[in-house]
């Protein structure tokens, strides 16, 4: 075993990856697997949970994955319940379930707003609870990984309930990482900004702006849009032995975006938190499209 691996600490831990098995919660549950983890995972895309099964079947690797929904309490706690009987320890919890549509909040209703918590809130703190009472009983200390976003940091114009349920996550999180810090526990949150996947592309304005060379040099300080591994690897390092010190934290992997907050590194003037002069011409004149 190398450096990184004994540090870690990994092999041989049991991690419950909700919606671990498409988009970054797959990359999230491969990534762990790759380190010895052994991941249990709920995912409501039938066919996305067969694929993964198969994956990890393929490899020997020893997993639990199940279809089902983490809004459900029953499919979640009979979850936590499989990972008791088959492995009878839990070291990690990685809630990565949530999402949004978008509309200005003026256009939406009390229906919308309780389907955007009950898909990014109320799950997390549902699972936290069933994490929390197996890493006490364990009497190891644990890792438990909030996948919010970057949208939780600043005003996110047409996202507004989701950016606010990611920010309630962020904050319980930080709470919750004090009041376990005695139990060895640690809670820490991942916030991605664009690392585009199959789900977040129904998200899109329709303009390709980010599929654009200098759409992605200008928004993003890395000129890179994020991968799905840029979060995976968060994710592995939190769980692991290597941030044993670290907890009520939130890491960004976005290339730098949420630093840069409002700069745009834009071609020939360069960085600006307004738009140039020469844009603004172009616009009047109508070449800005
Ligand atoms: N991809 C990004 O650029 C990005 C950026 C910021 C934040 N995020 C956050 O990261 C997380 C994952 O994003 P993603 O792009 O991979 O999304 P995704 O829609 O692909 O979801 C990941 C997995 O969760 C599963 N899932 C969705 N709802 C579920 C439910 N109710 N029960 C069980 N499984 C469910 C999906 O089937 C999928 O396999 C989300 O919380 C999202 O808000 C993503």
Redesign the pocket.
Known sequence: MGWFEDRGGLDGTVAVV?????????AITTDLAANGVRPAV????AG?AGALRRSLDDRGLDAIVRH????DPDALAALFTAADERWGRLDTLVN?????FRAPFADTAPKGWDALLR??LS?VLHACSLAIERMRAGGRGGSIVN?????AHRAAPGFAV?SAA?AAVEQFGRTLAVELAPDGIRVNNV??????????AKLSTGDHALADADGVRIAFPMGRV?Q?TD?SGCVVFLASGLSAYVTGSTLHPDGGTYASSGWFNWPESGWANHVPAPVLKAMASGEGG
């Open positions: 909700t919606g671990g098995a498409g988009g970054l919660g797959k709920l995912d409501i895309d996305a089902g929904d983490v809004r990565v379930v949530g999402g949004t898909a990014n799950h996948i919010t976003t970057i949208e989701y990611k916030a991605p900004d664009y690392a585009p996947t199959d789900n977040l994020g799905v979060i």
